[in-house]
């Protein structure tokens, strides 16, 4: 595997080549430990000394393995012109290549004292903590309220639509869509936070940020490397999702085909990322029995094995029978997601939990940012979720209060700009 492939070569070597001074300055500070962390024996615990290449065939943030925190933001562009559209993504990119290898946006940010500084400064000293910065494409980019605002229309990919509403949709308009979308993953979130800051910083004038997601704990493991953790409902989340080891089905579901659109060659290599905030009613799930919990999930609790049987990686058995019917249920989790039941259909899943505060009633607003990444989401995602709506007994503790998709171009080339050939 190369770093150029897949973003996600991770070595000691890779560690001491970062050449960021934010990167140099953190892992001096933490001296021995840093080293130790990324040392050839190191636990599979991601480290903060991480840097994965923001250059690639894809971008990073996709099959990398997944960190710990999130923050995701989705922008509006407010200007017109397609120029300073174009100057945005190119300066964003500048700036993502800096940051993602632990270095502050630009190089006189603590000289120039006629000005404001050019980095916001709270990650100065932090190391590049396995920053990745995934940017994508709405279908609103193209066409706004009928209009084609940047010249785009002709090149919007046709899978790139608005979601369709779902059953029991309960959407807050102010947490749906957006123009563009930035994913920040990293394992400290001051750097997750501080990239999507500096990015909204640099955006003034050009964008604005629509609306905002924080997250913590991973909800998938991407790499068999990974350990499953675990979701706000306690369970193992991501034991059976698509692993960035996996190359043929990863090729097969995640990246869009030069053949998949002619109108959309620009992002051969993309893919798409749905993204859908799941608020789970905690409060109700913590009074369910185990056995219900469990039923509804279709997987015991404890180590994630599937209720038909075997441990954690076992795959589903479908048909077996207990007294009452099958082991596990009709309106099982795990069933109704299952590739059997959704034309052998597969997705890569990223997801994190988060945690938004109390609402009025003194009830948590917590739940599971849901996010995915697939090659065509009318194939790979729509009816998948069409079905657990409408038949998910999980359902009943879960609303859906967010939503977006985005086309995500694929990776950038030294010297080209996130995006470029879509302006091409
Ligand atoms: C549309 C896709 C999916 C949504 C939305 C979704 C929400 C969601 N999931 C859990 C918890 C678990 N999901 C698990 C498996 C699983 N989920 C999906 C898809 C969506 N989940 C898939 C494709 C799968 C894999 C199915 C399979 O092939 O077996 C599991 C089991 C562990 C695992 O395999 O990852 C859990 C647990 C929650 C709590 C949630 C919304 C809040
Ligand atoms: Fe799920």
């Keep these: 595997m190369t770093t150029d492939d897949q973003n996600s070569t991770v070595s000691r070597r890779r560690l001491l080549g970062v050449a960021g001074a934010g990167a ?29 290449d923001f250059h690639g065939r894809h971008q990073a943030g996709i099959v990398t393995p997944s960190q710990d925190r999130l923050h995701f933001a989705s922008f509006d562009v407010t200007t017109s012109s397609r120029d300073e559209l174009i100057a945005l993504l190119k300066a964003w990119t500048e700036a993502a290549e800096a ?3 632990g270095a502050s946006v630009g190089a006189d940010t603590l000289t120039n004292y006629a000005s404001p500084p050019t980095d916001t400064g709270e990650a100065l000293g932090l190391p590049a903590s396995g920053l990745t910065l995934t940017f994508g494409f709405g279908p609103s980019l193209f066409t706004k309220d009928g209009k084609d605002r940047f010249g785009l229309e002709a090149r919007r990919p046709k899978a790139l639509q608005h979601l369709p509403h779902f059953p029991a949709d309960n ?19 001051q750097v997750a936070v501080h990239a999507i800051r500096n990015l909204a910083r640099i955006g003034f004038g050009t964008v604005a940020m629509r609306w905002n997601q924080l997250g913590f704990g991973r909800t998938s493991s991407t790499s068999t490397s990974q350990q499953t953790p675990r979701n706000l409902m306690g369970f193992k989340d991501g034991t059976a999702n698509l692993k960035g080891e996996d190359a043929a089905e990863i090729e097969k579901f995640v990246w869009v085909d030069p053949s998949d659109d002619a109108n959309a060659s620009w992002l051969a ?5 749905v993204a859908r905030r799941i608020k789970i009613q905690i409060e109700p799930w913590d009074r369910t029995s185990l056995s219900e919990q469990e039923a509804l999930i279709g997987r015991e609790r404890a180590h994630g094995a599937p209720l038909s049987g075997g441990t954690e990686f076992t795959d589903l058995d479908l048909k077996i029978e207990g007294r009452n019917g099958p082991l596990i249920g009709m309106d099982a989790h795990v069933r109704l997601a299952h590739p059997s039941q959704n034309n ?24 599971l940012f ?55």
């Excluded at 052998?344 to 739940?367: E, M, P, S």
């Excluded at 069409?386 to 950038?412: F, K, R």
Aim: with cysteine; glycine share 14%; proline share 6%.
């Design 24 to 52: 140099l300055a953190g892992a001096a500070a933490l001296g021995g430990f840093e080293l130790a962390q990324a040392s050839d024996d190191a636990p599979e615990t991601p480290s903060a000394g991480l840097a994965y």
């Design 99 to 101: 940051m993602t290898t």
């Design 171 to 189: 959407l807050d308009p102010a947490r749906t869509d957006g123009d563009l979308c930035v994913q920040a993953c990293a394992n400290d979130p």
């Design 269 to 273: 290599g993309g893919s798409y990322l």
């Design 344 to 367: 052998g259909t597969k997705l890569l899943r990223r997801g994190y939990n988060f945690t938004d505060g109390t609402d009025a009633l003194g009830r948590l607003d917590a739940g």
């Design 370 to 424: 849901f996010i995915a990444f697939v090659r065509d989401p009318g194939k790979h995602y729509v009816p998948m979720q069409n079905q657990l709506s409408s038949q998910d007994g999980l359902m009943e503790y879960l609303q859906h209060t967010g939503s977006g998709l985005w086309a995500v171009p694929p990776g950038i080339r030294k010297g080209e700009y996130v995006g470029q050939a879509l302006f091409a």
